[in-house]
């Protein structure tokens, strides 16, 4: 986090100073004329994109793949076989659970059809034509609670650690993982972490529904009868599994986190810029299980029957351990360029056409670092070129020339088309401008027409079509595969850290003596 706060620091004072107009090629006059929705209208004509509305044939097409999602239920075992369906709600993970034009995969997938076999085996219908079947159904992690106790789920799985404050308002399988051991990360910038008592006053990340959080709580607690000064909880995203937090750590986005040892130790092949800490650990003894809604006894023994044959130490558990939380290979690394010379050069650039376009230049910054790493020279093998990676026949029909040699030229075309895929196709007041803007990128990466593809599917399975995660991006997913999903869950991870680190220097900018001298002045 340091590393990154200083280079933002030096960001913000080159931005400041607008040397970026010293050494980049600037085309455009500093007050450029007053962008109209029908000006945009005709530079859209120019560019042939597809109507604003899926033909008929796209929309049967689509219509056909909808799985609209089961209403909300409650009941036990004999409930779910009345219905011949279990509802397990899983986190959308690249670890647990993941779609990829869908084929469902993770290690909570892999489980959950044992189960079903189980289920059909152990109890079978009368007829043979009737079997069980296990759904899964992305949640985010932090409803993946709350959704269970009100019936749109059976099971809520995904690494879920037992602990006093969920036991109040779920019950529990036996465990499937024990002795689960909670380690603290660090990144290549964090301070020397030895103890657990060095983190006191340390920043430490941690997602506010996970057990870290809880147990962090209680650490502060003992923190303060030992006079020691607390360690400074920041709440990470609830988008964000722990893979992406480590992903982080490793890039220097931040310092410190808390991973389940297991996981640590299933990306520390991958992201090699973090360390596991040995020797301590912020809780350990913890144990892994499926949570169901209290009062499902036939359910609960259905489970502890299942696990006890199928739990970590099992010959199934154990190729399940192997195959996900030891094989590194099967992993893509994603882990972010720490170079940020190219971001504070470019920086006055991203503001200025942000502006002009109405962005976040935080958000069109790290759509360029998920696209290019911030490099002018890059090249795709489709003609992409430079930071924005845009089409020079695309910006030409824009109006916008020498993409290529021109990085000013660049930021300007890639933020004007995608400018153009807001207003063309997200030009709706229901939709939020984050989400918005997450569309956009969606719309930028697979086409305007896979877009609309995109939320049609969502809307038509039960999901939000003006939602991004968690809804169209489970669509995008069954559609066209993983590519779009990681493409703008990247863009959000780096946006995320970005923003926080911009947070934090605003607050040490207002901590110094010479801003408080002038606040306090007359």
Not at 6 to 28: K, N
Not at 219 to 246: C, H, M, V, W, Y
Request: charged share 25%; hydrophobic share 40%; aromatic share 10%.
């Amino acid at each position: 986090m340091q590393r990154l706060i200083l280079s933002l620091a030096f960001l913000f004072a080159v931005s400041a100073c607008d040397s970026s107009a010293d050494h980049l090629p600037v085309s455009t006059p500093d007050r450029p004329p007053e962008i109209t929705a029908a000006s945009f209208e005709e530079e859209a004509a120019k560019l042939h994109l597809p109507p604003a509305q899926l033909t008929q044939a796209e929309v049967f097409e689509v219509d056909a793949m909808a799985l609209p999602a089961p209403p909300a239920w409650l009941g036990d075992l004999d409930v779910m076989q009345k219905r011949r369906v279990v509802r397990v709600l899983v986190p959308y993970s690249k670890t647990f659970y993941l779609l990829d034009r869908g084929k469902q995969m993770g290690v909570i997938y892999e489980i959950g059809k044992s189960f079903e076999r189980w289920l059909n085996r152990n109890k079978p219908y009368s007829t043979k034509a009737m079997r069980w079947h296990v759904m899964f159904i992305p949640t985010p992690r932090d409803q993946l609670l709350p959704r269970l106790r009100q019936g749109y789920g059976d099971v809520a799985a995904g690494a879920l650690t037992i602990t006093p404050g969920r036991l109040k308002v779920v019950d529990f399988a036996k465990p499937l993982y024990s002795d689960v051991r909670e380690m603290i990360v660090t990144g290549p910038a964090a301070p020397s972490i030895s103890k657990l008592e060095d983190l006191a006053g340390q920043d430490v990340y941690v997602r506010q529904s996970s057990s870290y959080y809880e147990h962090l709580l209680q650490l502060n607690q003992r923190f303060k009868a030992q006079g020691l000064q607390p360690i400074k909880l920041q709440s990470a995203n609830e988008n964000l599994e722990t893979e992406d937090l480590l992903q982080m750590v490793d890039a220097g986005l931040f310092g410190i986190t808390v991973a389940d040892e297991h996981i640590a130790r299933l990306w520390q092949p991958i992201y090699t810029d973090i360390t596991v800490r040995d020797g301590f650990f912020l809780h350990e003894g913890g144990q892994i299980s499926w949570a169901l809604r209290k009062k499902s006894p036939q359910l609960m023994q259905a489970l502890n029957t299942f696990l006890q044959r199928h739990k970590i130490g099992s010959e199934f558990g154990n190729i399940m351990e192997r195959r996900f939380f030891n094989d590194a290979d099967r992993l893509v690394d994603a882990t972010s360029e720490r170079d940020m010379q190219r971001f504070n050069s470019l920086v006055g650039l991203f503001e200025k056409y942000a502006e002009r376009y109405d962005f976040d230049h935080l958000m069109l910054m790290a759509q360029a670092f998920q696209e290019s790493r911030l490099k002018q020279n890059a090249r795709s093998h489709m003609g992409a070129v430079g930071i924005m990676q845009v089409l020079p026949s695309t910006a030409r029909e824009m109006g916008i020339r020498d993409v290529a040699s021109s990085a000013d030229r660049n930021i300007e075309a890639g933020s004007k088309y995608l400018r153009m895929i807001k207003d063309t196709y997200l030009n709706d007041p229901a939709i939020s401008p984050e989400n918005a803007t997450l569309l956009s990128f969606a719309g930028y990466n697979a086409g305007p027409g896979n877009l609309l593809k995109f939320r049609r599917l969502a809307e038509k399975s039960g999901l939000d079509p003006n939602v991004w995660f968690g809804n169209v991006e489970q669509s995008a997913a069954r559609i066209i595969g993983r590519e779009t999903v990681d493409y703008v869950g990247n863009i959000y991870k780096y946006y995320v850290a970005y923003k926080l680190a911009t947070e934090v220097l605003k607050q040490r900018e207002l901590a110094t003596p010479s801003n408080q001298v002038a606040t306090a002045a007359p």
